[in-house]
């Protein structure tokens, strides 16, 4: 017996199949042990991804990021020779959470599509809505680490001769293209607190970006100044420290933000 | 979850957790429906093989 596709399994399982598709699979599957045995894996599978929670970070996330920072900082500092940060990734990463965010932002209303899921109770509603809350919340954590990274890494180059900061030029656009998405999506919802960060990263990384590649250490200790007088490095710190918090509240509902 | 590519975790989460439609999502995307259609695929089709061992294929 010639047993049915694997895309032609996931999309009827995920109520995609037309109804031509879906009544060829429900034929076949009444007479096929192998292809049912599929059928109810990928429904496990799905019902496991959906209860996948999202992974909390430890206490130890500091210390975790520091250590893989610190070698990167120790190589830039001997000669640059640390492996290339792959930015181009990290904006196509941010980019599409930020589609995700949008969508939150935007305030979609989910709907159901498809047969399998016919009614949604407000429990299901309000776990659907956690989601969202976390997925945005965990987007802009990340491009707010990145941001706090990236800063750290600029300012801690020895300067003790000229200073080439073309990498970090690289950086600062993705993350400017960055910053200037999240910061129009965010600037539509109540988090104030947030925009105004955004807003205060926008002319540093212009700055960096339109600085020459290769500074002076006079040129160079200008730009760390103008870098430190915003104290941005201590308010991403605080801005992230609050949305990892309120991601926690929102895993742990009963813990309280600090 | 994790073994996704972003694109494969933002179509197949907005699919299966949020229930969006196949436009919709290619709208918030930006790509067409079959690009959408196939990185859900991917995305199922890749976790289906990371939990194998876990989940039941018996009939």
């Known amino acids: 017996m010639t047993h049915l596709g694997e895309e032609q399994l996931i999309a009827y399982v995920l109520g995609d199949a037309d109804e031509r598709a879906r009544a060829e699979v429900d034929a076949h599957a009444a007479e096929c042990e192998t292809c049912r045995g599929e059928i109810a894996a990928l429904r496990a599978t799905l019902e496991a991804a959906a209860d996948s929670p999202v992974p909390e970070r430890g206490d130890d996330y500091d210390a975790a990021v520091w250590a893989r920072l610190e070698p990167r900082l120790a190589a830039s500092r001997a000669g640059r020779v640390g492996a290339p940060v792959n930015w181009r990734a990290w904006l196509a990463a941010a980019a599409i959470l930020l589609a995700v965010v949008g969508a939150f932002l935007a305030g979609r209303i989910s709907r159901n599509v498809g047969e399998p899921q016919q009614a ?92 020459p590649s290769t500074l002076s250490a006079d040129e160079f200790h200008a730009l760390r100044a103008r870098i430190e007088d915003r104290s941005l490095v201590f308010k991403l710190r605080v801005t992230g420290a609050d949305v990892r918090a309120r991601q926690r509240t929102l895993i742990h509902p009963g813990e309280k933000t600090s | ?57 018996e009939p």
Not at chain 1, 134 to 145: F, K, Q, T, W, Y
Not at chain 2, 38 to 48: E, L, N, T
Request: proline share 2%.
């Open chain 2, 1 to 57: 979850m994790q073994g996704l590519t972003p694109l494969e975790r933002a179509a197949f989460t907005l699919r299966h957790l949020e229930q969006q439609s196949i436009e919709e999502i290619s709208s918030v995307l930006g790509q067409n429906a079959e690009a959408t259609r196939h990185s859900i695929f991917r995305a199922v089709a890749k976790m289906r093989r990371a939990l194998g061992p876990l989940v039941r294929t």
């Open chain 1, 120 to 211: 949604v109770n407000t429990s299901t509603a309000a776990d659907r809505r956690a989601i969202r809350d976390r997925v945005v919340l965990a987007a802009l954590g990340d491009h707010l680490d990145r941001t706090e990274r990236a800063l750290v890494e600029l300012v801690n180059n020895d300067a003790n001769g000229t200073v080439d900061i073309s990498a970090e030029q690289s950086w600062a656009r993705d993350l400017l293209e960055a910053n200037r998405l999240y910061r129009q999506s965010v600037r539509s919802s109540a988090s104030l607190a947030i925009a105004s960060l955004l807003d205060d990263l926008e002319p540093v990384l212009l700055d960096i970006i339109h600085s």
